[in-house]
């Protein structure tokens, strides 16, 4: 008959392997390195990283920290950032700051979808509302003429004088085309930090107010300013450029060259808002391709471009800006 024999050694390496198991279990992980991670540690299935990080300042990647662009999954328009740095305990966070953020993050959308809806209710059409307080955005996409302009001032006092709003607000007309090309009803907290590109070209002009009841429209109409660095504003300054040639042509020594596009000045009037100041300048001789940046000009052809009528006038000769 055979026996079970013990082995002294086979039990030892058994009893071995089940503690460095059992002990195992409470190894500490390593902690996170990346905003994911650390996120979805601390808030399970509730946000997404759109961006890990937004932040292209030289010392700042040097020195490891970083912006990040988060959404709530479950409303993703619901957007903040939040600061981190990847060599910091936890990144540098802490949950009560994240949630700060999000608290903040979720009100302005509120008051975004609110504003929206009374702008709505006022008649105002293909536009798109953003809080970031205390700051109300108004984008409309349409064109800009003087009587557009005065019908939608006029629908957007009269709902920000029906309800208490934040008191800062930007207006900003856009090209029409550009309509639903990024967001939807509501402009996104992170569109302003990812499509600053976008947004200059579009934005046709503005009108930045502190929202006061007592103001009136007519009073408003005088402040809308435009944006030369837009596609539109390209195309003025063009318009004021074929215009500044055909009076230097009758005005200036020949033969000489009038640069249309480097080391061009502008500049919006301080009296008129829908007007620029262009300054080109011109050669005895268009410089070389690798040389423009470093010959000096004669001198400008200055002028106003009032963007409304098409004209460039006050047009002069001038030594320097």
């Known amino acids: 008959m055979m026996m079970n024999c013990f082995k002294p050694a086979s039990f030892f390496i058994f009893c071995s392997l089940a503690m460095f198991s059992f002990f195992g279990c409470f190894k500490k992980k390593p902690a996170p390195d990346n905003i994911e991670t650390w996120l979805e540690i601390q808030f399970p299935g509730q946000f ?19 912006t990040a662009l988060v959404a709530e999954k479950s409303d993703p328009e619901v957007q903040f950032v939040l600061f981190w740095k990847k060599d910091s305990p936890d990144l540098g966070l802490t949950n009560e700051e994240v949630q700060t953020a999000f608290e903040t993050a979720k009100n302005d959308v509120a008051q975004a979808r609110d504003l ?16 970031i307080e205390p700051a109300a955005y108004i984008l409309i996409f349409t064109e800009p003429d003087a009587a557009t302009r005065g019908q939608v001032l006029t629908k957007i006092k009269s709902a920000l004088d029906a309800k208490n709003t934040p008191t800062s607000i930007w207006i900003e007309m856009m090209e029409p085309s550009a ?60 318009d004021a450029y074929r215009q500044a040639k055909i009076w230097a042509e009758k005005n200036l020594p020949q033969p000489f060259y009038l640069e249309p596009n480097q080391m061009v000045g502008f500049e919006t009037d301080e009296k008129d808002g829908l007007a620029v100041h262009y300054h080109f300048p011109y050669f005895d001789a268009q410089p070389n391709e690798n040389d423009s940046g470093l010959v000096e000009p004669k001198g400008y052809v200055s002028g106003l471009y009032h963007t409304e009528k098409k004209t460039f006038s006050a047009i002069k000769k001038q030594k320097d800006l």
Not at 194 to 200: I, K, L, R, V
């Open 179 to 238: 309509y639903g090309q990024k967001f939807g009803d509501i402009i996104p907290h992170g569109h302003w930090k990812t499509e600053t590109g976008w947004q200059e070209q579009e934005k046709i002009m503005s009108l930045n107010l502190e929202y006061r009841k007592e103001v009136s429209v007519a009073t408003l109409m005088a402040h809308w300013e435009v944006n030369p660095m837009s596609r539109r504003g390209a195309a003025d300054r063009e």
């Open 116 to 131: 929206f809806k009374l702008l709505k209710n006022k008649g105002l059409e293909n536009f798109s509302v953003g809080v």
């Open 48 to 66: 997404e990283v759109l961006h890990s990080n937004l932040n292209f300042n030289v010392m700042d990647m040097y020195r490891g920290k970083k």
